[in-house]
């Protein structure tokens, strides 16, 4: 609900109209079209069928000079309310070289300038930019719409002139191999801590034995007894 919404700070085009929408050997893609009396817009999915990267390309181009427009991309948090109580969160690439999780009840009125990964997390599920090519990110900060309802704000550049923008954002689960498959930097969402080679270890291992049993629940008991055995 409301993702990629591109909203201006007056008269957001809501409605889009489907232009174009094909398939190539690993993606799907559909382009839309949304314009206002001050600007056209074009939105342009390539959605990956073979992992959970979807790029973005986004045009504007103003109609009317003397119009400050200032672009924002809104992305939700992946809230699911049947699983269980859900763990929302903020992530950032942050000057350390690392992925950080921010507690957002602290970090509402923060404002974070043009990040290299910046995103939404719940427990099990992950929506994050990851590559911001032609610099479209001024800077990125979070609001809140409700409990476990926060979005991700991007927000843009004024524009004066006719400007596309490319960006990549990763929307999948928490899963080891598929955040590595995107980017290798999305690893550190799974917070492995100072055990980290460790817990990758066992977690290859749970995997692994998973592949046999075709049971998680099976799989942790199996495990279990290995390692009573061994130790």
Known sequence: SGAFL?????????????VDHFNDENSVIVRYSGMTDQANIIKEYRISTIDYKIDLAITIEPLMQNVE????????????????VEKVAGIVYNSRGSLEEIKL??????????????????????????????????RAYFKSQGKNLVTAILEG??????????????CGPKEPVSLVAVDKR???????????????????????????????????????????LLM
């Open 69 to 84: 427009l200032q672009p924002r991309i809104f992305i939700p948090v992946p809230f699911i309310p049947v699983v269980d």
């Open 157 to 170: 550049p004024v524009v004066q002139e006719k400007t596309t923008w490319n960006l990549s954002f990763y």
């Open 186 to 228: 999305l690893e550190g969402a799974m917070g492995y801590g100072w055990f980290a080679p460790i817990a990758k270890l066992m977690m290859y291992l749970l995997n692994w034995a998973h592949t046999y049993v075709k049971s998680y629940g099976w799989a942790i008991i199996l495990l279990t007894i290995v390692m009573r």
């Open 105 to 138: 009840q602290d970090n509402f009125n923060t404002v974070w300038a043009s990040p290299n990964i910046f995103g939404v997390q719940g427990r099990y599920f992950m929506n994050a930019l990851i590559s911001d090519k032609n610099s479209f990110v001024q």
């Open 6 to 18: 591109l909203a201006f700070n007056e008269k957001t085009p809501y409605l889009f109209t489907l």
